[in-house]
């Protein structure tokens, strides 16, 4: 296994499509921080917080939080000594300007990407799973009305960022469908590949 001393990376996909769970295990594994903008944002409304009141309404209806606000926190979470050396990003860039904020904030310190996971599922397939975590974990933002709304903004905002990283050469897509230790070796072989290369 090849695990390099700095390894950056970004895992995106639909709403649903199991980011979370995946990337917790390719933080472990690469030992890199996880960073997820929807946990940030979360923890900060569990806290009530003045950013948590800022972003709880939106967050509740399924809409994106302000880019320039979003921007400002991820640029001030890498700056921290634990991503120095690398870190996976879940949750961001989910927009154009975002992935041009990153690039800025990388560009800064000389840093670059290595890797985009693509987790690739579905779309009636995240609803159904949705629906089910709703009745788990009671996410406020796991209504059906919200979750096809989330669905339509990844649509909207999110897919013209495959593009983009398949020009720069750093998308590793994988299939997301199966179950969850499938689809880590599935991610671990493509990108243990990628990062070689
Ligand atoms: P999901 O599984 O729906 O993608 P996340 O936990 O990644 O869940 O995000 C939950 C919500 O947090 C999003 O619907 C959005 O309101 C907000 N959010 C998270 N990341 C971003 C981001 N990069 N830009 C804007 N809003 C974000």
Redesign the pocket.
């Known amino acids: 296994m090849s695990v390099t001393a700095q390894t950056r990376l970004l895992i995106v996909g639909?709403?649903?499509?199991g980011?979370?769970t995946q990337a917790s295990r390719i933080a472990e594994r690469y030992g890199i921080p996880w960073i997820?903008?929807?946990?940030i944002?979360?923890a900060n409304i569990k806290a009530g917080t003045d950013l948590g009141k800022r972003?709880s309404q939106?967050?509740e209806a399924?809409?994106?939080?302000?880019?320039e606000l979003?921007n400002e926190i991820?640029a001030d979470r890498l700056k921290q000594e634990d991503a120095a050396n690398g870190f996976l990003l879940?949750?961001?860039?989910?927009?154009v300007d975002?992935v041009h904020a990153l690039d800025r904030a990388l560009e800064a310190d000389a840093r670059v990407l290595d890797a985009v996971v693509l987790l690739e599922v579905d779309t009636d397939e995240v609803v159904t799973r949705l629906l089910g975590r709703a009745e788990v974990e009671g996410r406020a933002?796991d209504t059906e009305e919200v979750i096809r709304h989330?669905q339509n903004?990844?649509q909207e905002q999110t897919t013209p960022l495959v593009e983009l990283y398949t020009t720069r050469d750093l998308l590793v897509t994988v299939d997301g469908l199966g179950d969850v230790e499938e689809v880590t070796s599935r991610i671990f072989t493509a990108l243990d590949t990628k990062l070689a290369g």
């Not at 399924?62 to 880019?67: A, I, K, Y």
């Not at 879940?90 to 927009?95: N, Q, S, V």
């Open positions: 639909p709403p649903g499509a980011k979370g997820s903008t929807g946990d944002f979360r972003v939106l967050i399924g809409q994106l939080v302000p880019d979003t991820v879940d949750g961001y860039p989910r927009t975002q933002d989330r903004v990844y």
